[in-house]
Nanobody
Framework: VQLQASGGGLVQAGGSLRLSCAAS????????MGWYRQAPGKQRELVAT???????NYADSVKGRFTISRDSVKNTVYLQMNSLKPEDTAVYYC???????????????WGQGTLVTVSS
């Protein structure tokens, strides 16, 4: 399973960006999908997740500003980021739980990361 993330870039504080991440390859089923981020000198942290049933979960720091969604037909997860702050600057990684056949367990897969820089 490969994850290809896109949509990062440089934006001024208060601006918006939309990240996308498409899963491809040998996919039997996909479970939770999500976004994590890692700022310089910090550990990777959860940003938001969405279950296969559409239930969402957000870090407190992004609630009310970010929206996660998924397109199960396209195996794609999105992160709409509004009212961006300089502290949102980080490399954003997409993640999915997926299985490659009916005999294999779900495993964790990660995208390559996309850099989001918010200037003040």
């Amino acid at each position: 399973v490969q994850l290809q993330a896109s949509g990062g870039g440089l934006v001024q504080a208060g601006g918006s960006l939309r990240l996308s991440c498409a899963a491809s390859g040998r996919i039997f089923s996909i479970g939770d999908m999500g976004w994590y981020r890692q700022a310089p000198g910090k550990q990777r942290e959860l940003v938001a997740t969405v279950t296969s049933g559409g239930v969402t979960n957000y870090a407190d720091s992004v609630k009310g500003r970010f929206t996660i969604s998924r397109d199960s037909v396209k195996n794609t997860v999105y992160l709409q980021m509004n009212s961006l702050k300089p502290e949102d600057t980080a490399v954003y990684y997409c993640n999915t739980r997926a299985s490659t056949s009916w005999t294999t367990l779900m495993g964790d897969y990660w995208g390559q990361g996309t850099l989001v820089t918010v200037s003040s």
